[in-house]
């Protein structure tokens, strides 16, 4: 009966306390639907205070692979929270630096279309192409060949010039951080036909 009694006592702590971690703005995230996430996520201002709302509102949107937010995640490639991040400085950080990252790896393939979209348009920031290759690439960890095969499948079908440089640009950036000692890897770059 005391250890029921000491369980019961602990978890009622436990939900006191543990909503307290979250910001005062940031709870009725917390209960939000996908839908609401989104729309917080589109609406919100980068400033400190929201950090830890949108960190939460894209971590939520990950955990249940809410695919309507692929877009509004892609714009948020970039979103890089204020707070001090010394301690998540282990390799790939950027799925901890970026939250949008990490999301959109959980949300999974679906997400190619427009990562690769994302690596291709030139009004995105170097940062944000960078980002979308990154998760790109890690959607196909099982099979760099394949990921390297894909963009070098949309570099050969390209006509517009600079879709196709920052396309050699990528896949040249995802052979040199992706590939290691993958020969089949290296060798799927080496495939493009010549800009």
């Known amino acids: 009966m005391r250890c029921i009694l000491k369980a019961a006592l602990f978890a009622a702590l436990m939900l006191v306390f543990g909503s307290r971690s979250l910001p005062q703005n940031c709870q009725a995230l917390a209960t939000a639907t996908p839908e609401d996430l989104v729309s917080f996520l589109e609406d919100t201002t980068k400033n400190k205070s929201t950090d830890q709302c949108v960190r939460l509102a894209m971590k939520k949107l990950g955990e249940v692979r809410f695919q309507p937010a692929i877009p509004t995640l892609i714009k948020l490639l970039d979103f890089k929270p204020t707070e001090d991040v010394t301690l998540m400085m282990h390799p790939p950080y950027e799925f901890k630096v970026y939250p949008a990252t990490a999301a959109l ?29 990154l998760v790109f690439m ?58």
């Open 105 to 133: 790896r959980e949300i999974g393939k679906a997400s190619l279309p427009a990562l690769l979209g994302a690596i291709t348009n030139g009004s995105r920031s170097q940062q944000v192409r960078s980002n979308a290759l």
């Open 138 to 195: 890690s959607l196909h960890s099982d099979n760099k060949s394949a990921g390297i095969l894909a963009l070098v499948k949309e570099h050969d079908r390209t006509s517009d010039s600079d879709s196709k440089m920052r396309l050699a640009d990528a896949i040249t950036e995802a052979a040199q951080r992706f590939c290691y000692a993958d020969e089949a890897c290296k060798q799927a770059a080496s495939s493009r036909t010549n800009p």
